[in-house]
Every structure is written in structure tokens, then in C-alpha cells.
């Protein structure tokens, strides 16, 4: 080392700084269109890749006045792999209701995942490991199809879904959201599809 010109010990403190730079990452938002015509349901095994610090957007059934609203009323849980498998809630937790589909606009469903919970309300995502929502409501709006913890929407049209969380060293991460936002694109990713009602109009609704 000491035997370096000193261009070249330069160039090799540069690499040096440029390996101990943090990583930037930059967070995703996942759309996901929460309702029993979504194609990617049909197979059972919806399934998208998560990073903690990605945020999730749940659209809920959006319907215009004069469509059949069979289905659209229902609770997200997140659970076991047991219940997902099964179609039968073992240990809850409630991510969120749809309940307004005729409204002007469609209920969203968002939350961050996180490696730990802030407050009682918050759902903690480990990464490493594949999450579980899914939906044992039968679809109608009265409580008891709306509360339903066996079967229901999850067994008659598969409306359950696999959260794959990425590790990540948040110790090297640098959290653009935080930065000034250069870009506008809004774009959905590749899995979200929107499908049924007014649901290829979401960017209007979700602006």
C-alpha cells in the first residue's frame, strides 16, 4: 500500500469510500385489486415480493349503481398459513373492511410493512418469512356474511394472497421516500390488474 503513486492511492481510498456507501433503496407501493374478478386470484396462488419499508395499497370492490354487489362487502385478515391453506381463521388480525362499493370512490386499504409494531392497531411483517391475507367473508353486506371465519369468498373464488418479505440490512439503507420526489410516473405495477366496476379508472381515484 504504502508503495502506491499517489494517483493511485487515491483511486484506492475512492473504491474504498465508494464500497462503504449506503445503499439506496427505493420503496415500492404494490396495488392490489381486492375482488373475486381479479384473474390473479383464479389459480390460488397470488403471491407478490415485499421489502420491509414497501407499502401495500389494498382497492377495494368498486361498483357502479346499477351492477350486482354480491361480494362486495368483505374483511381482510392477515393469518396463519393454516387459515390461507384451510379458508378458516385461526388467529386473526384485521387488516381492513370494504364496505362502501358504490361510493365515489374506491376504499383504499394501505399500510407500510414494518419489522415492528408502533401501536396496537399497526401489523408487524418479519422479514424472511411469507405472510398471509385473506377473505372469509361470503360477500353480503349484512354482519354475519361480513364477520364469516370459514370459507366464504377465500374457498368460492381463492381471494387469498402470499406476501414474500425480502431480507434487507436497513442498517445500509437510505429511505428515498424521504428525498425530494423527481418523478410523477404512478404506473401499476405488473401484478395489479384492475378488474370489475370502474376499477380501470384508478388513477383518477386514487390521486
Known sequence: FFQMRGSSRLLFFSFL???????????????????KTNPLFRSGEYEISMRVGDSIK?????????????GAYLIIHK??????????LESPRQLGICDRPFGEKAQLLSTTL??????????????????????TSSGGQDENSLSQTTNG???????????KVDELD?????DTTRLPVTSTNRSPPS?????????DRWKERMG
Open 79 to 88: 393469518d396463519s398459513e393454516f387459515a390461507h391453506m384451510n379458508c378458516m
Open 114 to 135: 414494518r419489522r415492528y409494531r408502533p401501536n396496537d392497531l399497526a401489523i408487524e411483517f418479519n422479514p424472511g418469512q411469507t405472510h398471509y391475507l385473506l377473505s
Open 153 to 163: 369468498l377465500c374457498k368460492n373464488h381463492l381471494m387469498r394472497l402470499k406476501i
Open 17 to 35: 469510500l465508494f464500497l462503504l456507501q449506503p445503499v439506496v433503496v427505493s420503496f415500492k407501493t404494490h396495488i392490489v385489486y381486492w375482488n
Open 170 to 174: 436497513q442498517a445500509t439503507v437510505v
Open 58 to 70: 389494498i382497492v377495494c370492490p368498486h361498483l357502479e349503481k346499477f351492477e350486482d354487489d354480491d
Open 191 to 199: 401484478h395489479s390488474v384492475p378488474i370489475g366496476g370502474r376499477g
